[in-house]
């Protein structure tokens, strides 16, 4: 990520996104007409991914070039981590209810 581009909060874990992000788990590409996101498209939507700010780099990997992006995107392990500290709270306030 550029030192220029915008750092996103932690992925959120709030009901409607949770939904959306089990939606987008069983969504196909073919599935996009109905209105619904795979899930690499919904962390990009989630991250409000601009395709307009990507710069060509001049790199190429065969022939196809490569293109920086200056913000941050959600990644699969970014929703992971939000997940994982989402149950750690959880658990540690379910265990100061014992």
Known sequence: MS??????PPFPTDDVTLHMLERAIDTTADARDNGEFTLPQ????????DPARS??????????PVFDHPDQ???????I????ATVRGLR?????KL
């Open 55 to 64: 710069v060509d780099t001049g790199d190429r990997i065969d022939g196809i």
């Open 81 to 84: 981590r939000s997940l994982i």
């Open 3 to 8: 030192a220029s581009g915008r750092t996103l």
């Open 92 to 96: 540690a306030n379910e265990s100061e």
């Open 42 to 49: 919904l962390l990009d939507f989630l991250a409000n991914y």
């Open 73 to 79: 995107i959600y990644s699969e392990s970014d929703v």
